[in-house]
């Protein structure tokens, strides 16, 4: 029986972990390793994507290995110095920045091994989000034919598709989705079984998915109300005390666990910055080929068009996903149903969610008002600026139904029907085999040799300014260890040196910053769009004037400030 057939008596307690386990882990690791070994070579010296955000991640996990006590994760003034920033909405992947301060307090902190445990990390969330998908699929589908490989096409389609790949090499909190499916898994468990036990797993998944990314406390959230309404049609009746229970002690004991978390989070009161109507999953994309496809030209028009920037607006499904999907659909039979009208259901409402405020056609709002749209203006839910996210649970959905369609497709015996078999799963796997995979190379610029051998308590300012100048800043910080000016959080919630600094006049200037303790300036040469120089930053050539030069190379200027 599947886990979803809650009649009386249909509920059989399997054990979670099976004895296939191990092989499926092994599987999955080896998969990974095939998949994306152009990053294998380089795991210790450049960081997985491209310059972005992925330098801001690097950070994070630098800040927590070096971090003097618990106070410095949610305050500090290493970047944004002198007055410091909170960090209550900062993208800290928690449960990853964790496992990389545990390997630095046990090999070491250096900026090589630093780079190593942040690409290790990383990697490792394919593996484990795959096998935790594997573990939901293969306890809804039951003990039935071909139960192993769908629950294993399930969890390579959750966790090798584009999506996962975009936002490894661009979000490590966003990435971090192992938790998502164990949630799922022990939630469903604890209601068809009525298990305390298992409730509590569910509260602690749902608590470890949001501390990787606090967006995924709303999916978990939605995916209980959704799951609550779908029983209840399904059944045709109100539902019974312990299906409503289950769902608000389940949240109650998450926001428990994260309240030393959340608490300072609301008061920081952050503000709902714009996105809601721009980073959304657009109706073009879910079928278009993504950057990371190897038919990617053909997608590049329509790419050109999409709101918000591509790597958000990776949500495409998969063809040969969609066509294997609409044949299961065709072939179901009665025992079939709960199943794929579970997974195509869960699809179609985390899909209008992900859509965000309107549906967008080929990159053009529609007008058609959407879900979102008053979910934008609620207190809280209005700070989950990228609806586009949620296709992470449309992808969880996607690989339920796949398995089903796969324990129907080993129903059908003969020579043709295997040989469909075998194109479809090769068609599937090479439809989501990643190409253009980026990388950033790291290292110490010797220039700042100079700021790294002072002993006094001061902060840098990085010139020029910029998003990802700012983040690429707070990557070379731990080259020297000190405080800077310059810094990216997720959001803005205080004004700084920063935004009030004299550019027009570098007399002031100096004033300015001897009087804020930021003793040297470090002068990035120009580097394509990464480092550029306008007007607002002031003149190269006048600070080259103004201070005393202490350091130069082929990437940087250090000057002195006092």
């Known amino acids: 029986m599947v886990a979803l057939d809650t009649s009386a008596g249909a509920v059989t307690r399997r054990p979670i972990i099976t004895a296939t386990m191990p092989l499926v882990v092994g599987g999955f690791v080896v998969l990974t390793i095939l998949l994306f070994w152009p990053w294998l070579g380089h795991l210790s010296s450049a960081l997985i994507g491209p310059e972005e955000d992925n330098m801001q991640d690097f950070w994070n996990s630098w800040h927590a290995a070096t971090a003097h006590g618990w106070r410095d994760f949610l305050f500090t003034n290493q970047i944004r110095y002198p007055e410091g920033t909170s960090l209550s909405y900062h993208s800290f992947a928690w449960p990853q920045v964790a496992a990389v301060m545990l390997l630095g307090h046990i090999f070491g902190t250096s900026l090589t091994d630093l780079i190593l445990f942040q690409n290790l990390t990383l990697l490792a969330s394919f593996p484990l989000s795959a096998a935790a998908m594997f573990l939901l699929a293969r306890h809804l589908l039951g003990e039935r034919t071909g139960c192993n490989a769908g629950a294993a096409l399930a969890g390579f389609v959750f966790a090798f598709n584009p999506w996962h790949v975009a936002q490894v090499m661009h979000h490590a909190h966003v990435a971090t989705i192992e938790f998502l499916p164990l949630f799922v898994l022990f939630y469903l468990k604890a209601l068809d079984e009525r298990n305390y036990l298992h409730l509590a797993a569910a509260s602690a998944m749902m608590a470890l998915s949001a501390l990787s990314c606090w967006y995924y406390l709303f999916y978990a959230f939605f995916f209980m109300a959704f799951d609550l309404v779908f029983r209840c049609s399904r059944d045709r009746k109100w539902p019974e005390k312990w299906q409503l229970a289950a769902p608000m002690l389940c949240v109650i004991g998450s926001i428990l666990l994260l309240s030393p978390w959340l608490i300072p989070m609301i008061m920081a009161r952050g503000p709902a910055n714009a996105g809601t109507n721009a980073f959304v999953a657009d109706l073009f994309a879910l079928v278009v080929f993504p950057p990371s496809h190897f038919l990617a030209r053909l997608g590049e028009s329509i790419y050109a068009r999409l709101t918000g920037n591509p790597w958000e607006a990776t949500v495409y499904l998969g063809l040969a996903n969609l066509a294997a999907l609409a044949w299961a659909f ?145 990557a070379l910080s731990a080259c020297h260890g000190h405080p800077i000016v310059a810094g990216e959080t997720s959001r803005k919630l205080a004004v700084t040196l920063a935004d009030q600094l004299e550019t027009g006049n570098l007399a002031a200037q100096q004033r300015q910053l001897t009087a804020a303790h930021v003793k040297y300036i470090v002068l990035r040469r120009s580097k394509g769009h990464s480092f550029v120089w306008n007007e607002t930053d002031g003149s190269l050539d006048d600070y080259l004037r103004t201070y005393p030069q202490v350091g130069s190379d082929d990437e940087a200027i250090v000057l002195r400030v006092y």
């Open 330 to 474: 065709a072939c179901k039979t009665e025992t079939d149903k709960r199943v794929m009208h579970y997974a195509l259901v869960g699809m179609l409402f985390f899909l209008v969610l992900a859509a965000g405020e309107t549906l967008h056609i080929g990159g053009h709002p529609s007008g058609l008002p959407l879900p979102y749209f008053v979910l934008a203006k609620l207190p809280f839910f209005g700070n989950v600026r990228t609806p586009a996210r949620a296709i992470v649970m449309v992808y969880m959905f996607l690989g339920l139904g796949l398995a089903q369609a796969c324990v129907i497709a080993a129903r059908r015996v003969g020579i043709r029907q295997r040989a469909c078999m075998a194109f479809a799963a090769i068609a599937i796997l090479f439809d989501f085999f990643p190409t253009n995979l980026a990388a950033t190379p790291l290292r110490c610029s010797p220039a700042l040799a100079a700021i790294a051998g002072d002993s006094d308590s001061f902060g840098v300012l990085d010139l020029p300014r910029g998003y990802i100048a700012g983040n690429i800043a707070m």
